[in-house]
């Protein structure tokens, strides 16, 4: 329920009085079991209590594996008055269905990116969350990277000045050496994907860039292919963005990048340049306008083979606990979606496409 006069208070009807937060997780693949499940299982305020996949094997391995209860339909879960709240971790396509039916079912929500695959789910999502009063986070890690949370620090100190340009990238092989199920994964079908490697990656640095600079992508023009893969989704995009600030970048993403991947973002300020996660050993490194350089250790940005803990299940945890909004609330979620929603315009206008308002 919100406390009137304050959106951003919840009060937790089912935490209060327990101890630890009773959580379903639905949806046993990859990013379930590198992240979900072992940052819950970690995380001495919560207790996994019910895994949900429609592969009955992967639900039962998940169940064994961390003493929950098994369930193959999630709705069956969602009517399990013992769950308190609920991760999303499924398929793009259902994201939206399953996450306004968990806050209907009076579950908090952790909902994997992107959000959703339109503008109109994302909205119905938000107005789901608002009447339920329960809560509804949206799973942008970037924001949580320790590299990133410097960069942010070091950018509104004020000594670089304003952002005049910038360039971020994300890139790794594809998800075939991710998804739990490889070559066939659903990431390649657009039924269920609407979008490639935008969606997968994209949005992730589309994210990163509204929170990094504090400030709004106001357009995009963006190119699209489908280089490698066999899907009818695209496998590399390249997007120029301008801000609402006047700032000007560019945002790539891509599933051909062999070997290795490529999480990098560059800022090139008034006063200096930043480079973020391009550096092996230091993780930010800032050149100033003087002649000054500054190289810090802030901590390795996670890759899809070198797994760090999130933060993102922590927040949601506390953050149900504090009775307070989280850092990444459905709105957030919405507005980084829109900006691969103009991207994917774009590529098939060839037009600039302005943000829908
Ligand atoms: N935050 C991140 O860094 C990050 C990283 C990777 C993936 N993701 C996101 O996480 C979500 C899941 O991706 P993944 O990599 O785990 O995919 P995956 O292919 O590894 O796993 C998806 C799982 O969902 C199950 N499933 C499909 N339909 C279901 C249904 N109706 N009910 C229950 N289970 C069902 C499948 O059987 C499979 O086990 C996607 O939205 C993806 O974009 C986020």
Redesign the pocket.
């Known amino acids: 329920m919100l406390v009137s006069g304050d959106p951003t208070r919840y009060h937790v009807r089912g935490a209060i009085g327990v101890s630890r937060l009773h959580i379903g997780v639905?949806?046993?693949?990859?990013?379930?079991r590198h992240r979900h499940l072992p940052e819950y299982a970690g995380n001495p305020r919560a207790e996994i209590r019910a895994v949900?996949?429609?592969?009955q094997h992967?639900a039962a391995e998940m169940a064994d594996a961390y003493g929950a209860r098994a369930y193959t339909d999630?709705a069956e879960l969602l009517r399990d008055p013992d769950i308190q709240a609920v991760s999303v971790?499924?398929?793009?396509d259902?994201?939206a269905q399953v996450t306004v039916a968990a806050l209907q079912a009076g579950k908090h929500v952790l909902c994997?990116?992107?959000m959703a695959t339109s503008r109109q789910e994302a909205q119905e999502m938000i107005e789901a969350a608002r009447r339920s009063g329960k809560l509804l986070m949206i799973?942008h890690?970037q924001r949580f990277m320790a590299a990133h949370a410097k960069a942010k620090q070091m950018l509104h100190s004020g000594r670089l000045g304003a952002v005049l340009t910038f360039r971020t990238t994300f890139s790794h092989g594809g998800p075939e050496g991710?998804?739990?199920?490889g070559a066939e994964?659903?990431f390649f079908r657009k039924a269920e994907a609407f979008v490639g490697a935008l969606g997968?990656l994209g949005v992730?640095k589309a994210d990163l860039v509204r929170w990094l600079l504090e400030d709004e992508v106001a357009s995009v023009s963006a190119f699209a292919s489908t280089l490698e893969k066999p899907a009818d989704v695209e496998d590399n995009v390249v997007c120029v963005l301008r801000m609402q600030s006047g700032a000007l970048g560019t945002l790539t993403a891509s599933w051909t990048h062999h070997p290795g991947e490529d999480n990098s973002t560059h800022l090139y300020c008034e006063h200096g340049v930043m480079h973020v996660a391009a550096d092996p050993l230091y993780q930010v490194i800032v050149h100033y306008d003087n002649g000054d350089t500054e190289r810090i250790e802030a901590g390795q940005v996670a890759t899809n083979e070198s797994q760090t803990a999130s933060g993102v299940v922590d927040e949601f945890v506390d953050a149900i606990f504090s009775g307070r909004e989280s850092a990444i609330p459905g709105a957030e979620g919405m507005a980084s979606l829109q900006v691969i929603l103009a991207a994917l315009r774009s590529a098939q206008t060839g037009r600039a496409e302005s943000i829908d308002s």
């Open positions: 639905i949806g046993c693949g990859s990013i379930a949900c996949d429609v592969v992967r999630y971790c499924l398929p793009n259902l994201h994997e990116k992107p799973a890690n991710w998804s739990i199920d994964s659903w997968d992730h």
